[in-house]
């Protein structure tokens, strides 16, 4: 089945749209689409049958999003957890994914039609590689759409990818772009998989488990979490206005609360700065201690060419992934 | 037209709100029995979770002495043997404005009577951690209050944030508590990267060796901090608010309206809900 799913809106749905866009609507909407075995048995289904009708869930989930105005979606789809499954489900869900990301590329048109850039996060080096190879296919195709974003989140977990983003700072280290001390929450968020989008507005969980399980951990600090008790392949356009609404009703504590976040934030950047320019001044100085003026000179010298540096490092970064995706692209192509 | 929609759209939200203060309002109610007829038939309606009518209820919070306290401790303990599992730390989060210290330090000592050995608080103004010896200070008066004790017959450790204490065993065998602030959310993920960052500066490790159990070691060790099993939140907003995020991968969230006069019902609830879920841990 497809990727897109056509189809409009009913009348009843369309107002209750309506309605619900008159308020804050989310930007970004992260899924937990979990329950798809339990829907397997609920119905005297195959496992391998739930997690199809999981799949088209998504689909038409993304056309809801779609016609609710919210351009980007993150789906949790196959944890490195899930690898401790049996191989039967495991070698199945990789094929699940093999004939998606195959179906996506025959659909690249539509996709280009209506916008749809796919973006694959996760330690994709567990994957076989000809998993690796046609993920790499699929983004490399879809890089240049705009209007929505799809994240897939495969083998992956929120743990190994911060631990992912510690290490490519080591890794920047070093190569001697930055600084250890250029180290900062900012910093971090931007080497996440994550990083071309802002953070998700919205959580929503499925199937009534009330937990995270590794998902977002890092950029769902301040997000708003909505658990429903229905199974994910039953999922209705109303389970996700339920959602919404939730988000609407929390979104000024929550804007309260990110705001607060972010300026004691920027005032520990400020700390750390000071602390480097004090320490450089000391070496640099003779005895005297600086005047405030030339401080104040010297931090804001200092801020400056520390965001150089990270902005060096960022397109490094930048430059080491997209080499990730075309050195296997050209793999797959040349075989 | 866009008028028309604005205008329920607000209708919309205001009618939840209502919703939400009238089940608070008739939750108090009911809690102190005074309710009328019409009260209880429409909690009822729109509180569909059962109803303890358990008359002691009122009394949970009442100072005690003597052998009253040992029976109260006593059925405590066996309210949480009773459970399929109890949670080794339950984070109690506070995301609600002024907080209130005797609330908390009532949830604090019930947690630890019911057998529960690790508590932590948080709120994301970081005003318990602010204000931590008077938090201390009212805990060891509810404990007093609650199971008629001396401080030293019940020992509880308060663990601070000084950071230096890496020999302590964090299970042991003395409730511990511990107060959390933003602070040692991201912040603190962000002083470990650092840290391995100034050692790969210094030529003492390579990036290639930073692993997640590396990490996970420098974030649990420093401060002494598990993953908590369990996190109860308190108030209306359904966020994290910058609890932890490092170790709630796997924590359950069980939301209980307020911790302002918070019963030890809604305390026991959280904990049940907690006993029966499954986790498959990906399989």
Redesign the interface.
């Known amino acids: 089945m497809s990727w897109i799913r056509e189809g409009e809106l009913n009348l009843l749905e369309k107002i209750a749209s ?6 804050p609507m989310p930007k970004h909407v992260a899924f937990i689409m979990d329950g798809n075995r339990r829907f397997a048995r609920k119905k005297n289904m195959e496992r391998q049958e739930g997690h199809m009708q999981g799949f088209n869930k998504l689909a038409e989930t993304l056309r809801w999003c779609k016609q609710l105005n919210i351009p980007e979606v993150t789906v949790y789809a196959f ?7 049996s191989k039967e489900e495991v070698d199945g869900l990789l094929d699940l994914a093999r004939q998606k990301f195959e179906r996506l590329l025959d659909e690249r048109e539509n996709l280009e039609k209506h916008g749809v850039c796919i973006r694959v996060l996760g330690d994709l080096n567990m994957l076989p590689l000809d998993l690796q190879q046609l993920i790499a296919k699929a983004v490399l195709t879809t890089r240049t759409n705009n209007k929505c974003f799809l994240n897939v989140c495969f083998a992956y ?4 990818e ?2 992912n ?7 920047g ?2 190569q001697g772009l930055i ?3 250029d ?3 900012a910093l ?1 968020s931007e080497c996440l998989y994550s990083n071309n989008s802002p953070n998700p507005d919205l959580l929503i969980r499925t199937s009534g ?6 998902f977002l ?2 950029q ?8 429903q008790s229905v199974l994910w392949p039953e999922y209705s356009f109303w389970n996700l206005c339920e959602a919404i ?2 988000y ?3 979104h000024k ?2 804007q309260k ?1 990110r705001d ?2 972010r300026e ?1 934030q920027a005032l ?1 950047q400020l700390e750390a700065d000071r602390a480097c320019v004090a320490d450089l001044l000391q070496h640099q100085g003779n005895g005297k201690p600086a005047d405030a003026k030339r401080r104040q000179e010297a931090l804001q010298r200092y801020s400056v060419s520390r965001e150089a540096r990270v902005q060096d490092f960022l397109q490094a970064l930048k430059q080491k992934r997209n080499n990730f995706f075309f050195d296997l692209y050209s793999e797959a192509v040349s075989a | 037209m866009a008028l028309l929609y604005g205008l329920l759209w607000r209708l919309l939200l205001a009618l939840l709100r209502i919703k939400r203060a009238l089940v608070s309002w008739l939750r108090a109610r009911l809690r102190n029995r005074s309710g009328s007829l019409w009260e209880r038939v429409v909690a009822a309606l729109l509180l569909p979770a059962a109803l303890s009518t358990d008359s002691q209820k009122k009394l949970e919070r009442s100072p005690v002495n003597g052998s009253r306290a040992d029976s109260r401790r006593a059925q405590w303990l066996a309210d949480g043997r009773a459970l399929e599992k109890l949670p080794v730390h339950v984070g109690l989060m506070v995301a609600e404005e002024e907080p209130s210290f005797t609330d908390i330090a009532n949830l604090v000592v019930w947690c630890m009577a019911v057998g529960v050995s690790y508590v932590s608080v948080y709120d994301h103004h970081g005003v318990f951690h602010k204000n931590n010896s008077r938090l201390q200070e009212e805990i060891v008066r509810q404990q007093q209050n609650l199971l008629g004790l001396d401080g030293s017959k019940y020992n509880v450790e308060f663990l601070s944030n000084g950071g230096d204490e890496h020999q302590h065993c964090v299970v042991s065998c003395r409730p511990t508590v511990k107060v959390l602030s933003p602070e040692d959310g991201k912040h603190s993920i962000v002083q470990a990267a650092r840290k391995l960052c100034h050692s790969v500066e210094n030529k003492e490790r390579s990036s290639k060796d930073i692993s997640v159990s590396m990490l996970d070691v420098m974030l649990r060790e420093s401060k002494n901090i598990t993953d908590p099993e369990l996190v109860v939140k308190f108030g209306p907003v359904n966020s994290t608010l910058g609890f932890l995020p490092w170790h709630i991968r796997l924590t359950e969230f069980v939301s209980v309206p307020s911790h302002r006069n918070v019963s030890y019902e809604d305390l026991y609830g959280a904990l049940q809900r907690y006993g029966v879920c499954q986790q498959r841990l990906g399989q």
């Not at chain 1, 769902?220 to 658990?227: D, E, I, M, P, Y």
């Open positions: 309506n309605v619900l866009k008159a308020g944890s490195i957890e899930n690898f401790k499954r977990t929120s743990r190994y911060i631990t983003a510690v290490r490519e700072m080591a890794w280290v070093e600084k250890a001390s180290v900062s929450e971090l488990e009330v937990r995270l399980s590794d951990l890092w769902t600090s301040h997000s708003c979490l909505v658990f609404l939730q609407q009703l929390n504590s929550i609360a607060l976040h004691e520990q």
